[in-house]
């Protein structure tokens, strides 16, 4: 025991329950709801135990080491750091509770947690119980990891038993004559805008969709059965209504288009908010993330920690794309806005590149392959014009609600989503012309 406090390290395990009740079992019960956060960064096993190891380990190896580095030069200066450091930690520990049971927010909330704070330091710097009964939590850091590792929904994704898809793994493509197969999904794309008085497409404006009408089957009425990506695209490669409560990722939908074709085909597939691919089956380019793998998950939890620990509520769920849009009715009602730079808005920046990217995978292939892409066109902002040429959507902001737009205003808003679906036509011409050069496109 003399030995433990010599080296200080009981100060260590109790900044190890602190930081595990302050920042590890918050951050890990909202990510552990929220598989497609790691989805988005595509993130892979090894990426998601870093984080868990990193979020219930190093915030108290990082406080502890800078109080003993600082016991070297002054032992009472040590326990007056530690005794700061025990007091923060019980602050945002006050704080998420307080916003938890009460409807108490902003300045007040942080004067009220600060002073709950404030009471249990001074607790704990007079009473002997608080040490010991800190000291008897020590394992509870370790069971909020096992929880989220074994337990919550993300685990799904670390568990290689439980994440493989029915299908199972990537058989060998043998060569024949199966054709290659093109599938490109348009996001956010009423296909009565393509349609002229006569509900035909319109060619002087849309002169390669209307060519592939003419030598194609097509469906004036088709729409999908959601207005949410989420929801509409598993919805439309496995053939079944989606539930939504569930993220769409292959572990919940493993009965797919991908997994199907897989038995027989190659497949290049580049998805967005999406990973119905599985990874033994496709290894995905990223779908227009920033930040991917381990730096993309420490950045988007780093942001789901700060709404956590904000004394206002977030405008969304600060984990999940599903609930952010399963609650979009509710917060509406509300009258609270959503927040437009969501993970999912991100991702339409990049658009052409991504583009530009699956027309060079458009290859002639001795095995039959599968080429899938998912991109976020004529999806807003509307940025582009009909000849990619991109201008400052910007200057069009969001300054009215969505039920008090003034006319203008709407068909200015119109007017650009039409030019951007020009662009889209362009882009709809360069694949057909690909697979013409690649010697293709009369079999695929």
């Given at each position: 025991r003399r030995w433990l406090e010599r080296a200080h390290l009981w100060a260590l395990?109790?900044?190890?329950?602190l930081t595990g009740f302050a920042i590890a079992q918050p951050l890990l019960d909202v990510t552990g709801k929220s598989p497609d956060l790691f989805v988005f960064s595509r993130a892979g096993r090894g990426d998601i135990l870093q984080l868990v190891v990193g979020v219930t380990l190093l915030p108290a190896l990082g406080v502890w080491a800078g109080e003993v580095l600082v016991g070297l030069v002054s032992e009472p200066l040590h326990r007056l750091l530690h005794l700061v450091a025990v007091t923060m930690l019980l602050t945002l520990v006050a704080i998420q509770v307080v916003k938890t049971v009460t409807e108490v927010r902003g300045p007040v909330l942080v004067v009220l947690a600060a002073a709950v704070g404030l009471l249990a330091g001074v607790l704990y710097a007079r009473q002997a119980w608080v040490n010991l009964w800190l000291r008897y939590l020590a394992?509870?850091?370790?069971v909020f990891a096992l929880l989220f590792v074994l337990v919550s929904p993300t685990s799904k994704l670390v568990l290689?038993?439980?994440?493989?898809?029915?299908?199972?793994?990537?058989?060998?493509?043998?060569?024949?004559e199966r054709p290659p197969v093109v599938l490109i999904f348009f996001d956010e794309f009423p296909l009565k805008a393509l349609l002229d008085s006569k509900g035909r497409v319109d060619r002087r404006v849309y002169p390669n969709f209307a060519e592939f009408a003419e030598r194609s089957t097509w469906y004036r009425n088709a729409t999908g059965v959601s207005g949410f990506t989420g929801w509409a695209m598993p919805a439309m490669l496995t053939g079944r209504y989606p539930s939504k409560v569930k993220a769409p990722i292959y572990y919940e939908y493993p009965d797919n288009l991908f997994t199907l074709f897989s038995r027989r085909y190659d497949l290049k597939v580049y998805e967005t908010i999406s990973q119905l691919c599985p990874p033994t089956l496709?290894?995905?380019?990223?779908g227009g993330a920033e930040r991917t793998g381990l730096r993309g998950v420490l950045w988007?939890?780093?942001k789901v920690y700060r709404d956590i620990v904000s004394p206002y509520d977030a405008a969304i769920d600060p984990g999940s794309l599903v609930s952010q849009t399963a609650n979009q009715d509710a917060a509406a009602q509300d009258g609270k806005p959503l927040d437009p730079k969501f993970r999912f808005n991100r991702l339409r920046l990049n658009q052409p590149s991504r583009f530009?990217?699956?027309l060079n995978g458009l290859q002639r292939s001795d095995t039959p392959t599968m080429h899938f892409l998912h991109i976020l066109l004529p999806h807003a902002p509307w940025r582009y014009l009909p000849s990619g040429a991109e201008y400052n959507y910007k200057t069009f902001g969001r300054s009215f609600?969505?039920?008090?737009?003034?006319?203008?205003?709407?068909?200015?808003?119109?007017e650009r989503m039409l030019l951007q679906l020009a662009y889209t036509?362009?882009?709809?011409?360069?694949?057909?012309?690909?697979?013409?050069?690649?010697g293709i496109w009369d079999k695929a």
């Open positions: 395990v109790e900044l190890f329950v394992p509870a850091p370790l290689p038993a439980r994440a493989a898809p029915s299908g199972g793994g990537a058989a060998a493509v043998a060569p024949g496709c290894e995905q380019p990223v988007e939890s780093a530009t990217d699956f609600k969505s039920d008090q737009t003034p006319a203008p205003i709407r068909e200015l808003a119109h036509d362009r882009l709809i011409g360069q694949a057909v012309q690909r697979l013409k050069a690649q």
